[in-house]
C-alpha cells in the first residue's frame, strides 16, 4: 500500500512564526501536492511538484512556498504565519501515468494558528 | 478542468443501496471520472475511477451513461462506517491537478 505520512497531526503557532509542514512518501512518486481545506470551501490546491526541484504554483500559492530536495518529501513552508491560514493541511503523491492517475493522500495536518 | 455538481447531502439506512450521482456536463473526451471518500480528520481516498459504462470494485460501482455527461456511484449495503464525504472529480488525471467540489456528505443512520 502505498503511504503518504505527514510530519504532525496537529499543530499549534502563533502569528509571525515560521512554520514548516513536512511529507513523505514511500512509492516513488513523480508528483506531489499540498493541499489546505476548510469548511465550506472544500480542497484547494496550494503548491505541486511534478519533479525533484520542481513546482508550480496551484490556485491558493500567497503566503506558502515549497521545497522538494529529494524525490520522496515535499515540504510547505509558512513564511509568516497568519490566523487566516489556521487551517486543514493535506498532503498527496501520485505517479504520472496514462490517463488514470490517482492520488493518496496522507492523514493531515491541522494547523491553529494564534 | 470539468466542473461537477453533485448534491449536498444524503441520508440512508444501514443495508440500503446508496447511489450518488454527479453531473459533469462538460467532460472532455480524455477525461477520466474518479470518486474519492473522505472521513472526518483524514485525508480523501480513492475509491474508483471509470471512463465509460461500468466498473465495479469490492467497494462500490461506477455506472457512467453513454454521453458521460453523469456518473453515479453505487454503494451496496451501506453501513454506519460509510458516513463521509464523496467527491466526484474529471479530468485528465495527467500531471494531477484535481478540483475537489463540495462533495456529497453521506449520513447513514442505524
Known amino acids: 500500500d502505498v503511504k503518504v505520512t505527514q510530519s504532525s497531526r496537529y499543530l499549534v503557532k502563533r502569528t509571525g512564526e515560521k512554520v514548516f509542514l513536512e511529507c513523505v512518501q514511500d512509492?516513488?512518486?513523480?508528483?506531489m501536492f499540498w493541499y489546505r481545506q476548510d469548511p465550506g470551501l472544500g480542497l484547494r490546491l496550494i503548491y505541486f511538484?511534478?519533479?525533484?526541484?520542481?513546482?508550480e504554483k496551484g490556485d491558493i500559492p500567497e503566503g506558502y512556498s515549497v521545497s522538494r530536495e529529494k524525490k520522496e518529501r515535499f515540504s510547505l513552508i509558512l513564511e509568516s504565519a497568519s490566523t487566516n491560514q489556521t487551517s486543514m493541511y493535506l498532503c498527496?503523491?501520485?505517479?504520472?501515468?496514462?490517463?488514470?492517475?490517482?492520488?493518496?493522500f496522507g492523514p493531515g495536518t491541522r494547523l491553529l494558528v494564534l | 478542468l470539468a466542473k461537477t455538481t453533485q448534491p449536498i447531502s444524503m441520508d440512508s439506512y444501514e443495508g440500503q443501496e446508496v447511489n450518488i450521482t454527479c453531473s459533469h456536463n462538460?467532460?472532455?473526451?480524455?477525461?477520466?471520472i474518479t470518486w474519492y471518500q473522505q472521513f472526518p480528520s483524514q485525508g480523501p481516498r480513492f475509491i474508483i475511477q471509470?471512463?465509460?459504462t461500468k466498473v465495479t470494485n469490492e467497494v462500490a460501482s461506477l455506472f457512467i451513461p453513454a454521453d458521460r455527461k453523469s456518473s453515479t456511484l453505487s454503494l451496496p449495503r451501506v453501513s454506519l462506517s460509510d458516513t463521509a464525504v464523496y467527491y466526484c472529480?474529471?479530468?485528465?488525471?495527467?500531471?494531477?491537478?484535481?478540483?475537489f467540489g463540495q462533495g456529497t456528505e453521506l449520513s447513514v443512520k442505524p
Open positions: 498527496a503523491s501520485s505517479s504520472s501515468g496514462q490517463g488514470k492517475e490517482t492520488q493518496y
Open positions: 512509492m516513488d512518486h513523480e508528483n
Open positions: 511538484s511534478y519533479d525533484v526541484k520542481m513546482k
Open positions: 462538460n467532460i472532455a473526451t480524455n477525461d477520466y
Open positions: 471509470g471512463y465509460k
Open positions: 472529480l474529471v479530468g485528465p488525471n495527467q500531471g494531477g491537478k484535481l478540483i
